[in-house]
């Protein structure tokens, strides 16, 4: 049961990042807006990206609960997916289809907190941090951990206050953690936001 709930937790940090960049971020499409598959999951998460910038870190809508729109939207998301994989699971794996229902639920409760406590985001997920305010939005897809960000190269660090003490956003002996980061930066390092790409941005503001 313990490997089937591994694996799950594995397999639902690939679908934040899926889920994170084609359905709520969207796919770019030359001379045409974005296309996301579920339309005003992306239009709420566009609006909690402005309000974000605009209130650093801060989203209100996380306090006023299930009578915000966009709240309620991220709730019901996350219901109908484990409502849908928790059942698909089970018979392959009870520890798989376990794992499900805590990923929906620890996700809510991770992405609630970061945006009520900014300071809590910046040393806890601060892959998260980075998503929101970093100069590329469209980076750092994972939420509860960056996995799946560096297997597919999309973890962009903005400052070394903003990097996690290892890829695997867990706390580690240093032996461990010093050997994991050494490891990863020769086969898939992060990548840092460039000065020029922060400057042209301030410019432009």
């Not at 296309?35 to 996380?62: A, I, L």
């Not at 970061?114 to 929101?132: F, S």
């Not at 706390?171 to 930066?185: C, E, F, H, R, Y």
């Not at 992060?190 to 410019?203: F, G, H, T, Y």
């Amino acid at each position: 049961m313990l490997k089937g709930f591994i694996a799950g937790l594995v397999i639902a940090n690939g679908f934040e990042w899926v889920a994170h960049k084609y359905i709520l971020h969207g796919t770019h499409r030359a001379g045409k807006p974005r296309y996301s598959p579920v339309p005003d999951s992306m239009k709420s998460h566009w609006e909690h990206h402005r309000e974000v910038r605009k209130t650093d870190f801060h989203d209100h809508g996380y306090v006023e609960g299930f009578s915000n729109w966009r709240t309620k939207n991220e709730i019901i998301s996350l219901a109908v997916v484990a409502g849908v994989f928790a059942p698909l699971f089970y018979p392959v794996s009870k520890g798989m289809s376990l794992s499900v229902l805590y990923a929906a639920g620890n996700y809510y409760y991770i992405h609630r907190r970061a945006h009520l406590e900014p300071e809590w985001a910046m040393k806890k997920i601060p892959w998260h941090y980075d998503h929101h305010m970093n100069s590329n939005q469209d980076a750092n897809w994972c939420v509860t951990k960056p996995w799946f960000d560096y297997i597919l190269g999309t973890r962009v660090i903005s400052s070394p206050e903003l990097q996690e003490l290892n890829p695997l956003g867990i706390t580690l002996p240093k032996a461990l953690s010093d050997g994991l980061n050494w490891a990863v930066s020769r086969i898939r390092p992060a990548k840092w936001v460039e000065k020029k790409a922060v400057m042209l941005e301030n410019a432009a503001a």
